[in-house]
């Protein structure tokens, strides 16, 4: 007899939500305090594990006047929408590598912080700075995750080096990272494998961020958890940069754990996901189908859909003449 | 070493365009003859295997005067479009089981007929019904398929014996069809895996007919490749009733088969879809998500998006109140 293993949960599994964090990428984090506040307390209600409030990238490399306060994150900021942020739901920030996060003067001590998680994102070849990153973060009391970004172009030999290095460290999860969102579910289904073997024995968990270029990125996610991994983002509406990630309304109506609650959901994309300006787009649209084919960065993409001059079939037509 | 099978192909894997047919449940079948026109030469072009241009339905049932000709397809119509269709691409049509289609007074001889296969559609109740059409229909020198609808509503057993049944027939292939967009990549493999076993020596083959109400149709299409399916249904832009179907042009990325060329979608897209009427609507809106995970007909979603006193807030509460 087949065994129906999608109607039953794992109670350890942790969703993410990476709304303010991941769709920050399309307006420069300026999202007004009634919409972060709305995905907090929609998490809250909804039982997500951890919010990912924004970036921690450094003011000099971000100025404050072209970047709103959640790609700083700084701790008025916080605690102006979360206080002292008594209640179930986690915070996390997101901290790049490579210069762009000045970590050593602006992430405070976990205690007197409201954060509870450093997210570094690095790439192959940031992966000793990422561990610096982490070995820092944890030090300082933080859970730490390494999230390494575009595996899809990256050599296997590295990837797997690079997933033995977070082994090694101190870091709690390290995440899979479909930036470009190329990646079908066998290629997610390969790499999370790798991870899983990679740390075992060490206590540590394997996440998943998945990108919708292909309409992707819900199935991956689903792959990935299938495959073992338990620490799981998702945006509201699949709200994220290019065509977005995986949508927490489809990733709560999948997993079967009573203390999710999708319907809190539903009422944030009814009442306030619509207060966003117009011009805030995201989707699995023709030009990010395309780049994603092409495992490809979303820059271009994004480039061609803002201007005025372009179309996605000469878009097509110029990736082909550039490869 | 891991193998990397996305980069290789079946020679074998077929195609079908469902556009017309399919997205004929949004407009009644009125699509005009440029549409259609621009259809089949995108599909010639693109190197698709079949078209599925319309139903067969009967006029007493669905009158002229409501429904387009592609919900008849008689053959003054498609000769219309087609001439004698001197190509590769195979022509094919929907016939629904159960009294929608009469189809001893409508369907021609094959050698009278600029059709190749005709595809009948039916419920788990109604196979031997569908089973006497299919006979009917090779008889009179057609390809024929059977696709078993909203199995996802259907008893096991039920399924196994309508497709053991569809397994003595004369039938070239049978269709796992996900009626409701409610099924998850394991739910595909194990339907598939299952088809597979019952035609297993029959020379016949197994196809898929994927909805999107949660994203999921092009990824459960993936998977059924991967567990064998060789009859692969997608439609342009994803068009089709409700939240719509596999997108021709996501497929077409993932097939590896040189045959096969995605430019003239792209094509299609730019210029022949915008050509549709406005009101002409489909994809995974919410209220089709939320019919998907509650694994319910989309018509009530479907009425509700119609609806100016509706959202898909109510529509969720609804949803939970009637279950």
Redesign the interface.
Known sequence: M?KA??ITYRPELKVLDATVRDGGLINNSRFDDNFVRGVYETCIAAGVDYMEIGYKNSPDVFPKKNYGPWRHCEEEDLRRIVGTNDTNLKLAVMADAGGKCNYKRDILPKKDSVLDLIRVACYVHQIPDAIDMIEYCHELGYETTCNIMAVSIAQEVEVQQAVEEVAKSSADAVVVVDSFGAM????IR?LVNRYMMAIKGTGKIVGIHAH?N???????T??AI?CGANFVDATMAGIGRGAGNC?M??LL??LRNPKFHI?PV??F???VMPTLPEDIEWGPY?EY??SG?MNQHPKDAIQSRASKDS???EF??EC?RDM
Chains 1, 2 share one sequence.
């Open positions: 087949d293993p999608w079908y579910s066998e290629q390969t919708n292909q309409q992707l990125a819900f199935a991956n689903i792959e299938v949508s309304e489809l109506g999948f319907r539903w009422e994309l009814h009442k023709p189908i395309i084919q179309n996605f079939l097509y037509d082909i």
